[in-house]
């Protein structure tokens, strides 16, 4: 018999980021980051995991592709659930033998993979939470989350909803390196994101590469991690628990500086970042003079998208510029009416006497579409299975 279970999992942008690791093996950091959940709608893996006596090996599909699953961090992660399996088979004799068997997993992402969107995190947590589902496991989204880590260090956050810490730890196993809630989505259910897709493409340095050339070479990066970094996430947590906007916008803003500045100080420099983001970047800060407050704050992971957070009350005052600016661009009108889209631009024209800088047109010839999203929950049940019951295959 075919045992099948389903999850999905969200995608988590940090705030407070996560770059640097003491311990490569167990994926432990450097230094506590702080993340905000997007919502699935937008972003998402959703993953299918079966078992069963009869499967010869264990196989992984993802998006439509059969991927290797030999890495030694997904292993780690299997290892680690078989080990939490086999202790509740020991401790009842009727439950199947699922942690002896071979397992099959397919994953499928509404994003693009690998294009600095965050893909691992999510695709880690669905898997890892799919087949702790499949084996009926009791532990806590906390506890789990420590596994989860193994096979990618931002996918702890991504066990939970809302606004999420992924506190470092101090111990040498890592037992205590994992996610805990800051505040859950409803906390705070009007913080919006609009994801601005400079690029599709592979990146150039991945993640692991680039954190281990950081901590090798860059100077900038130990005072980080020493000052700039435990001062910060303390701040950080106290203004989404204040929902102080302006405080978490310029901590949000800061720490993205700082984190790439670092990287730019690793010989040789990395770049994540290209002239599209940076021209972003300076028109966030010129709508925030523009207003006379802080409604917009830019985020950036390893890679040159440029996330946007913002309040939903804050909305048509942003749009009147970010839409005035990329309405050639997809992905607006899966979200908005025309007649919402209209008086995005009818906003423009009532400020445009205002404005005191020039609108660069030429700037959303580098973005591809943009993902309007906003804070959302973490891993959800679905009944939605990417595998056929009957050969455990995927369908």
Not at 333 to 344: G, I, M, P, R
Not at 378 to 384: F, L, R, S
């Amino acid at each position: 018999m075919i045992h099948v279970a389903s999850t999905t999992a969200p995608v988590n942008i940090a705030t407070l980021k996560y770059w640097g690791k003491r311990d490569a093996q167990l994926n432990l950091p450097t230094n506590s980051s702080i993340s905000v959940t997007l919502a699935q709608d937008d972003l998402r893996t959703l993953t299918s995991a079966a078992t069963g006596p009869e499967f010869e090996e264990d196989k992984l599909w993802l998006n439509g592709q059969e991927e290797s699953l030999g890495s030694e961090r997904t292993q780690n992660c299997l290892g680690d659930l078989r080990a939490l399996r086999r202790e509740l088979e020991i401790k009842d004799g009727s439950l199947p033998k699922m942690s002896q068997w071979k397992l099959h997993i397919v994953s499928e992402n509404n994003f693009p993979t690998a294009a600095g969107l965050a893909s691992s995190a999510a695709g880690f947590a669905a898997l890892v939470m799919a087949i702790a589902k499949l084996y009926e496991l009791p532990q806590s989204a906390s506890e789990i989350s420590r596994i989860a880590r193994k096979g990618s260090g931002s996918a702890c956050r991504s066990l939970f909803g809302g606004f999420v810490a992924w506190e470092m730890g101090e111990k040498e196993d890592g037992s205590d390196s994992k996610a805990v809630e800051v505040a859950p989505m409803e906390h705070w259910a009007n913080m919006k994101a609009a994801v601005l897709v400079v690029s599709a493409d592979k990146k150039d340095t991945p993640s692991t590469s680039g954190m281990q050339l950081t901590v090798k070479t860059s100077d900038l990066f130990q005072e980080r991690i020493k000052n700039v970094v435990p001062k910060r996430f303390e701040e950080m947590k106290k203004s989404i628990i204040e929902k102080d906007f302006a405080t978490f916008a310029e901590l949000t803003m800061r720490d993205s500086n700082s984190f790439h500045a670092t990287c730019l100080d690793s010989y040789p420099p990395i770049f994540y970042i290209n002239d599209t983001s940076k021209k972003v970047i300076k028109l966030c800060h010129l709508i925030n003079e523009f207003y006379g407050e802080t409604i917009v704050a830019y985020t950036y992971d390893a890679g040159p998208n440029s996330v946007l957070y913002y309040l939903e009350e804050n909305e048509e005052k942003l749009f009147a510029f970010i839409y005035k600016l990329f309405s050639n661009v997809e992905g607006w009108e899966n979200k908005y009416s025309k007649d919402q889209l209209d008086s995005f631009l009818a906003a423009f024209e009532g400020v445009k006497s205002k404005v005191n800088f020039e609108l660069d047109d030429e700037i959303q010839n580098n973005v591809s579409r943009v993902i309007l999203t906003r804070v959302g929950p973490g891993p959800q049940d679905t009944t939605e299975c990417l595998i056929d019951e009957s050969t455990g295959l995927p369908k």
